[in-house]
């Protein structure tokens, strides 16, 4: 079967001596992997098509169980991105991140439009670089099924115009005032999750929890169009979005701790 499709190749691995398997998030099918032969050869056509972070259209046969590449063009090569090893590094990371939370013939249209829109605003520098990975993790464990509910306190329904903290298990707001009254047992006997295994609190304040509250509600199209002028709000938001993440998908990434090593 013959198939054509858009596509962002978010990671390789490269076999044989010229061969080189695709990781492509696509739009209908989601996550497929697709064996490229020859193009990592010099005098492969196909080979500029064939680099992570590349957004293209490919032509692909599937015999089998297997998906070969038969011919790519680049759409969006993102060159700003190859330039920097910051920006590399942040790239790899948000394509692991959307590799993990994408499945193999299940439609993923919303996070690969986000994934470009990142990449794009990594690329280009919209905002800094922190910023755009806390709205990245926030958004994506949205669209993996472990949205928070930040409208209010879970307990008295406080909507929260103060300092708070994000329940991190239980995808919910604490106020103070609850949990001062509350003992750590009780939070966890009333937890909305009936299989709670720890407590983690995160701090937020008045401006992070605005900073969160933009970042899980915004259009697509303006999901960066925000600003945190505060530094330590912005760090409250930066360290809740990553701890979120990492916890609900119960995994690090090498990705990640290379960006760290690497950040500025």
């Not at 990594?122 to 472990?146: C, L, N």
């Not at 006997?189 to 720890?198: L, N």
């Not at 970042?215 to 697509?220: G, I, T, V």
């Amino acid at each position: 079967m013959l198939f054509s499709t858009d596509a962002l190749v978010l990671r390789c691995l490269d076999t044989g001596d010229y061969d080189r398997i695709l990781t492509l998030l696509t739009p209908e099918k989601g996550r497929i992997s697709v064996i490229a032969k020859g193009v990592r050869s010099p005098r492969s056509k196909f080979a500029p098509a064939s680099q992570p972070y590349t957004y293209g259209n490919y032509e692909i046969y599937r015999k089998g169980d297997t998906n070969w590449l038969r011919s790519g063009s680049v759409t969006e090569f993102f060159s700003d991105i190859r330039a920097d090893i910051e920006k590399l590094a942040l790239s790899a990371y948000i394509c692991d991140v959307a590799a993990e939370v994408t499945g193999e013939q299940v439609p993923a249209v919303d996070i690969l439009r986000m994934t470009l829109n990142t990449l794009y605003a990594i690329a280009k520098e919209i905002r800094p670089a922190a910023d755009i990975k806390a709205v990245y993790e926030f958004r994506t464990v949205g669209y993996a099924g472990y949205m928070p509910d930040v409208s209010r306190c879970a307990f008295c329904h406080d909507p929260g115009t103060g300092a708070v903290y994000l329940d991190v298990m239980n995808g919910r707001l604490i106020c103070p005032g609850c949990l001062n009254r509350r003992p750590a047992e009780q939070i966890r006997d009333e937890a909305s999750d009936p299989v709670y295994e720890r407590s983690v609190l995160m701090p937020l304040s008045s401006p992070a929890l605005a900073a969160v509250r933009y970042a899980l509600a915004a259009l697509p199209e303006r999901m960066f169009s925000f600003r945190i002028t505060d530094p330590g709000a912005g760090r409250e938001f930066h360290k809740a979005a990553e701890t979120y993440l990492l916890n609900h998908l119960e995994r690090g990434f090498d990705s990640l701790d290379f960006y760290k090593s690497v950040a500025k």
